[in-house]
């Protein structure tokens, strides 16, 4: 099945500590994307990547960082920087820049203590 | 900020069509309306989307009105698995801004 994957589910870690969290899909999309939700809220761009070895910030970017070293795969790492980490993580794709739809992956829920 | 506005939460009896209605009174002429819904804990999923004409799927409607200033989304016999949030989105994929900006979404709630 073709899809996006997420993982893991949950995590958990410690403030301080720098978290990566893992995206991957098999669509053969050119274009990546990281949203944050926060509970009741709708969700906000993090970083976005229309093609490999090239990503642009989103409206949230501060505290995050992403790499796109493989067509396939997209990581996001939370770093220590950012001031409030916790939250729900969705990972997205798209044919290319210009595509319509969005396929989203299941989301990975991080809490940080 | 949204440019949408939607309803924060409505109720809907199994089997009869839900009607979700959108405003999006600054939406510009290159921009679309596109529909997601997001169940409990996942990813959204994409329903639809359209410019100015009326659209048609496999999972709902889309009617936009002739000034584009709001939009409905109907969802024909609406069953308990379409409980979720429904997110109206309006984007111009074509101008170098490619992203969505979400507003809160309507919460439906289907009845048995």
């Known amino acids: 099945d073709g899809g996006i994957t997420q993982s893991p589910k949950y995590l958990f870690r410690k403030e301080g500590q720098n978290v990566t969290l893992s995206c991957e899909q098999n669509?053969?999309?050119?274009?990546m994307y990281w949203y944050r939700q926060d509970p009741g809220q709708g969700l906000r761009l993090i970083y976005y990547s229309q093609i490999v070895n090239d990503f642009q910030k989103g409206d949230i970017a501060e505290g995050y960082s992403v790499s796109r070293e493989k067509k396939e795969s997209f990581p996001l790492t939370v770093t220590s920087a950012q001031k409030n980490p916790t939250a729900f993580y969705l990972c997205?794709?798209?044919?290319?820049?210009?595509?319509?739809?969005?396929?989203f992956g299941p989301g990975t829920r991080l809490t940080v203590t | 900020d949204a440019k949408t506005t939607q309803p924060p939460s409505m109720d809907c009896a199994e089997g009869r069509a839900a009607n979700l209605p959108c405003n999006h009174s600054?939406?510009?002429?290159?921009?679309?309306v596109y529909w997601y819904r997001q169940i409990h804990s996942q990813g959204p999923q994409y329903i639809i989307h359209g410019l100015k004409n009326n659209e048609t799927n496999e999972m709902a409607s889309l009617i936009i009105t002739e000034d584009r200033k709001s939009s409905t989304l109907i969802l024909p016999h609406a069953t308990l698995r379409d409980t979720a949030v429904y997110y109206c989105?309006?984007?111009?994929?074509?101008?170098?801004?490619?992203?969505?900006?979400f507003g809160t979404g309507t919460r439906l709630k289907v009845l048995a």
């Open positions: 669509l053969n999309h050119d274009a």
């Open positions: 997205a794709s798209s044919r290319d820049r210009k595509a319509n739809e969005q396929y």
């Open positions: 600054t939406i510009s002429g290159n921009e679309y």
């Open positions: 989105i309006v984007s111009d994929f074509t101008s170098g801004t490619y992203k969505y900006i």
